[in-house]
């Protein structure tokens, strides 16, 4: 079971009578480098770690998985994060009896900062009963295939508008998007190098490898570090602008995420109606001016 913890950037699944409580997107040091831009932010990780003891101390989860992008700075460690990532698992780690990582593109070399009792899940993710979760950057393992829901971070969605006066407003968003199974299927069939013979359909190169269809959607979670930048999808939407094709990651590149007829909703959980409807407003608007 899947519950959304409104107004929180966060999710739980109960599965075996197991609760893990999912957040995305840290970001930990990246005030670190908005100073080299000039503007000086002090430290968020003491936020992020409060907002997180109330969470855990009102949903008291079993376990506690990051679903990548712990760090900032992608490939090296910054100064700043050598202080303050160990800081949060040392923290978090006496809130929750497990801590679970999925590395994401953001978190090389994050070995290095994890305390022992921290665990480090592969990049292709973790499944959970019926929920396949992963960063995004990278292809999930292809057992996740067979499950009913894929999970990932990794874009910080957002949504943005004008008020009439003319003041942009963004908030960060949850999207649900209905996935075309069969035509994802063969997209990670390719990236996994898995050729499909030309006389058989992915389902049957699949259940050869003993992997049963069933992914119905895809959740994108918002960060949790919610001081962070985001794609703002009803504007550019996901895939179509140009500079952030390399960096959406291979399943929303595939063409198998219905991104128009996605839900879309507020952290509180209010429901904004359908991707599709909310670009038509947009577009008309700027037709209008
Ligand atoms: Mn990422």
């Known amino acids: 079971m899947l519950r959304l913890l409104s107004p929180h950037a966060a999710l739980s699944i109960t599965h075996d009578s197991e609760?893990?409580?999912?957040?995305?997107?840290?970001?930990?040091?990246?005030?670190?480098?908005?100073?080299?831009?000039?503007?000086?932010v002090p430290s968020q990780t003491g936020k992020l770690i409060e907002r997180l003891r109330g969470i855990i101390s009102s949903e008291k989860p079993d376990n506690l998985l990051i679903l990548g992008d712990i760090k900032h700075a992608v490939a090296k460690i910054e100064t700043e994060e050598w202080r303050d990532v160990p800081m949060f698992?040392?923290?978090v780690t006496r809130m929750v009896p497990k801590v679970q990582v999925v590395p994401g593109n953001h978190d090389g070399d994050i070995e290095a900062l994890l305390p022992e009792d921290v665990t480090l899940?592969?990049?292709?993710?973790?499944?959970?009963?019926?929920?396949?979760?992963?960063?995004?950057?990278?292809?999930?393992?292809?057992?996740m295939l067979s499950c009913r829901t894929l999970i990932i971070g990794h874009v910080h969605p957002v949504i943005t508008f004008r008020d009439p006066i003319g003041f942009r407003i963004t908030r960060q968003i949850w999207?649900?998007?209905?996935?075309?199974?069969?035509?994802?299927?063969?997209?990670?069939?390719?990236?996994?190098g898995l050729r499909v013979r030309r006389d058989e359909s992915p389902d049957e190169a699949l259940s050869r490898l003993n992997i049963h269809i069933a992914v119905g959607n895809l959740i994108i979670m918002p960060s949790f570090n919610d001081f962070l930048g985001g794609q703002a999808v009803n504007t550019y939407g996901l895939v179509r602008q140009e500079r952030f094709k390399g960096f959406i990651g291979p399943v929303l590149r595939s063409g198998s995420i219905a991104?128009?007829?996605?839900?879309?909703?507020?952290?509180?959980?209010?429901?904004?109606?359908?991707?599709?409807?909310?670009?038509?407003i947009?577009?008309?608007k700027a037709n209008q001016s």
């Open 175 to 192: 999207v649900k998007a209905p996935c075309n199974s069969g035509m994802l299927a063969r997209a990670m069939l390719r990236g996994h």
């Open 282 to 284: 947009m577009r008309a």
């Open 19 to 40: 609760k893990t409580l999912v957040i995305s997107d840290l970001h930990i040091g990246w005030e670190m480098s908005l100073m080299e831009e000039g503007v000086h």
């Open 121 to 143: 899940l592969p990049p292709r993710g973790i499944t959970i009963g019926d929920f396949g979760l992963f960063h995004g950057h990278t292809w999930p393992f292809l057992e």
């Open 259 to 280: 991104f128009e007829n996605a839900e879309i909703y507020l952290l509180d959980g209010a429901y904004l109606g359908s991707l599709g409807r909310l670009r038509e």
């Open 89 to 91: 698992f040392d923290e």
